[in-house]
């Protein structure tokens, strides 16, 4: 997302690579859900997420929307969002306890924090540290793959890289050619998100084979 704060302001100043130490460690969060509290709906979901939620919920994104998922405009593209509760406002995963209701298929966004990504040019990213979000004390270092715990982490890397490249083409396209994104934002939610995916087939597959589509080749 685009922000009016410099990168200075929010971060140490530092990027890092998934091999590197990050001063990240919040004791298991130790009681805390602050985070998961203050959600107002910018959980936002990409494509793997969309699988990962699919196959830990047994559901598909259309049984899903509504109500555990919502669209928003973000930087001038629809995006899904993880819905946060009307009664409270805290996400609707976050359990009696305190803790997250799907830990283990959280969403990337879940999985960074208080980590965010900063991309480059080239279109490749570096992780950073936003160190006003979380305000557990002394923090301990961790290996940032360590954090993510994400399987297959280059495979992955390399999905977030593409996938930032098709958000960022609409974004972009909206302010010269309207209309031509507005068509390409309905098509990217239709082969992205709403043509359920194959549980049994690995993900990044099929995401491969939806860019082809996408891409119209
Ligand atoms: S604010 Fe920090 S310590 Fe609290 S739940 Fe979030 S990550 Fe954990
Ligand atoms: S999905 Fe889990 S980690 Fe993410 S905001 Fe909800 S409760 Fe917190």
Known sequence: ???????EEISDGKRYSSGDLAKIGCGDCNGCSECCRVTEDTIFLDP????????GLSETFATMLDKTIGL?????VVTPFLKKKESDGACGFLNAEGRCGIHSFRPGFC?????????NDDGS??????VHECPYPNKTKVKIKSWLGIPSLGRY????RTWHEIVKNIS???VDNPTLAREANVRMLK???ETPYDMTEDFYSQFHERVLIYQGA
């Open 1 to 7: 997302m685009k922000r009016n704060l410099t990168f």
């Open 172 to 174: 972009e396209c909206m």
């Open 157 to 160: 890397e390399e999905f977030v």
């Open 191 to 193: 082969i992205f998100f």
């Open 48 to 55: 793997y997420d969309i699988y990962s939620l699919s196959a």
């Open 125 to 130: 990213f570096d992780y950073f540290i936003q």
């Open 111 to 119: 999985r960074l924090f208080p980590l965010g990504r900063i991309y």
């Open 72 to 76: 928003t405009v973000t930087d001038s």
